[in-house]
């Protein structure tokens, strides 16, 4: 094997020129799969976060059964009580791998400013609970602020938060106090006093001038109720998220809750969705690439095979089996991926030390600010990467080899 791997390489330094292009080729490739994948991943890794940290909705919900269905209509009848919602808290936080186990009620209703109402919809949490929570995250999202303003406390109920465009519809700034009315769960209509602790921006446009984030005090306080719709649970690690899903339902059976599960990936509809799209993208890339590496190898060993075909009559006549001189091209062109990976694998290092040092930014669409751009090294992708360009730069050899391994002997020595 030293002995093809010497006559390979000589012969790939003798057409040095063609062999740095077919190089070049398959490093620019390796590079683009390899940065856009790692561009890929900062993008699902950053709505990840931003889903489970950012908006506070954890690893896992816990829903009274029937609520995502039948308790869009008549949400009420669907709620967790008091007790349950202290008996699931009880058993989740048995388990080391549970972090937070926090309810929420979602609360609908009309805003006033004391001279004009619009319609709110919104979120009572507990303050103390959510905070932690956004603390977990890490990266380019555990570096935002996400409000202007105070923080939500546990103390202060009637401290809330607004969306900037329903602050700025109301003309309501920090410090400002405004009413919020809703119906009861009894059906009566009840109104609170409440001021202005911090103004954030939506993750969704065309919710921004319609969300309020309460504590989870006021919210029952408006709806005259101590139950919860739903409880968010954080884990410690995010691939424990299915597991842990399947020890609770199997607990909460044993326990006679009548609750489903659901996981963020189930929730979060839109993070399925872009990923899906850059799947897509992902895929057209490596195609793209697929074929440059393709035809850069094809040419270059159909050139080598036209140059050489007395060589490899030569070597036929010498007692070389045409099998042999298949193994030869293709070993030539798996050092040619060899290489290439090797040089693709300093391009991406390089790609990746630019966007470090350039520090662009960006707005993406699920966050109203300007965040920077980065590009993670994926150690998965590149592997893969690596291992599927050699074999396809010797793939991309063998129909050309073979073709000329089947070149009658006389012939391969009489070619001019």
């Not at 059964?65 to 709620?79: A, E, I, S, V």
């Not at 890490?138 to 109920?157: A, S």
């Not at 030569?314 to 007692?319: K, N, Q």
């Not at 991926?337 to 693709?344: D, E, H, K």
Request: hydrophobic share 50%.
């Amino acid at each position: 094997m030293i002995t093809w791997m010497k006559i390979a390489i000589r012969n790939i330094v003798k057409n040095r020129r063609r062999s740095l292009f077919t190089i070049l080729a398959i490093a620019v490739g390796y590079a683009a799969v390899n940065v856009f994948g790692g561009f890929t991943e900062y993008i699902f890794k950053s709505l990840q976060d931003s889903f489970i940290y950012a908006q506070g909705n954890g690893h896992l919900t816990i829903f009274k059964k029937g609520f995502l269905t039948q308790g869009k209509l008549d949400p009420f009848q669907f709620m967790l009580s008091e007790a349950e919602t202290e008996l699931i808290r009880e058993l989740c936080r048995k388990d080391p791998r549970v972090m937070v186990v926090t309810p929420q009620l979602m609360i609908t209703g009309l805003i006033s400013n004391g001279s004009v109402s619009t319609i709110f919809v919104g979120v009572g949490r507990v303050p103390s609970d959510l905070t932690f929570v956004r603390s977990r995250a890490t990266g380019m999202i555990g570096r935002l602020k996400l409000y202007e303003g105070r923080n939500l406390v546990d103390e202060v109920p009637h401290g809330v938060g607004l969306s900037a465009g329903l602050a700025k519809k109301l003309d309501l700034d920090q410090g400002s106090e405004a009413i919020a009315m809703s119906p009861t769960i009894h059906g009566q209509i009840n109104a609170l006093d409440m001021q202005v602790f911090q103004v954030f921006h939506s993750p969704y446009e065309e919710l921004d001038d319609k969300l309020l984030m309460a504590p989870l005090d006021f919210a029952q306080s408006l709806y005259d109720t101590t139950s919860a719709d739903r409880i968010t649970v954080l884990l410690t690690e995010d691939r424990s998220t299915l597991p842990m899903k399947e020890h609770f339902e199997r607990i909460f059976v044993d326990a006679g809750l009548d609750v489903e599960l659901m996981t963020w990936k189930d929730l979060s509809i839109f993070y399925v969705k872009v990923k899906d799209m850059f799947d897509i993208i992902f895929l057209f890339i490596f195609v793209i690439v697929f074929v440059i590496v393709v035809m850069s190898v094809v040419n270059t060993v159909s050139m080598a095979i036209m140059e050489r075909t007395q060589e490899i009559g030569t070597l036929r006549a010498l007692g070389l089996k045409r099998r042999g001189i298949v193994k030869l091209f293709a070993i030539e062109s798996s050092v040619l991926g060899l290489i290439g990976s090797l040089v693709g694998i300093v391009f991406t290092f390089v790609g990746w030390g630019l966007v470090k040092v350039i520090e662009p930014s960006w707005i993406p669409p699920n966050i109203p600010y300007r965040v920077p751009l980065e590009v993670h090294l994926v150690p998965g992708y590149m592997a893969v990467s690596f291992v599927f360009l050699i074999l396809l730069s010797v793939l991309s050899a063998i129909l050309p080899a073979r073709k000329a391994a089947l070149k009658g002997i006389v012939d391969a020595l009489g070619h001019v």
